[in-house]
């Protein structure tokens, strides 16, 4: 990050949101809730579109962290860099608290290749379909 410092103020990526312009999205008293996420989440899907990135800043990142240690072992989990957490990439911001959901991705449908054949066709009842020349 870049430092102006006529105005002393820190130039942000554009894919960053400002911690200080945007309200957090939820906020927590002293655990991560899953379920306040994944509603946040839900309601910002539409479209067949959903977020693609969840902002953290330094206390959400710290319950985040606690969260899924307690899932995958403490160890486990000693940075969030390239987490994804509920389908979601986790970006931790350089704040005390803040918590948003942001971008945009599609979903895509994963297709086996057995799915594109052509249906199994009758033989029988075709034949009184089919011309011939």
């Known amino acids: 990050m870049n430092t102006n410092e006529?105005?002393?103020?820190?130039?942000?990526?554009?894919?960053?949101p400002d911690d200080r312009t945007i309200a957090p999205?939820?906020?927590f008293d002293g655990e991560?809730?899953?379920?306040?996420?994944?509603?946040?989440?839900?309601?910002?899907?539409g479209?067949?579109?959903?977020p693609a990135f969840l902002f953290v800043g330094k206390k959400e990142a710290g319950l985040l962290r606690e969260h899924l240690g307690e899932v995958f072992g403490a160890d486990s989990v000693t940075t969030l860099r390239d987490t994804y957490y509920m389908g979601?990439?986790?970006i931790e911001l350089d704040?005390?608290?803040f918590l948003s959901t942001a971008g945009r991705k599609t979903h895509?449908?994963?297709q086996d290749p057995i799915?594109?054949?052509?249906a199994w066709r009758d033989q029988d009842g075709d034949s009184g379909w089919r011309f011939h020349t």
């Open 95 to 97: 704040c005390e608290s």
């Open 47 to 50: 479209h067949e579109e959903t």
């Open 108 to 110: 895509r449908l994963l």
């Open 115 to 118: 799915s594109r054949r052509p």
């Open 32 to 45: 991560w809730d899953a379920d306040a996420v994944a509603g946040l989440i839900r309601s910002k899907c």
């Open 88 to 90: 979601l990439e986790v």
């Open 6 to 16: 006529h105005n002393n103020t820190r130039e942000r990526p554009s894919h960053v």
């Open 25 to 27: 999205e939820l906020a």
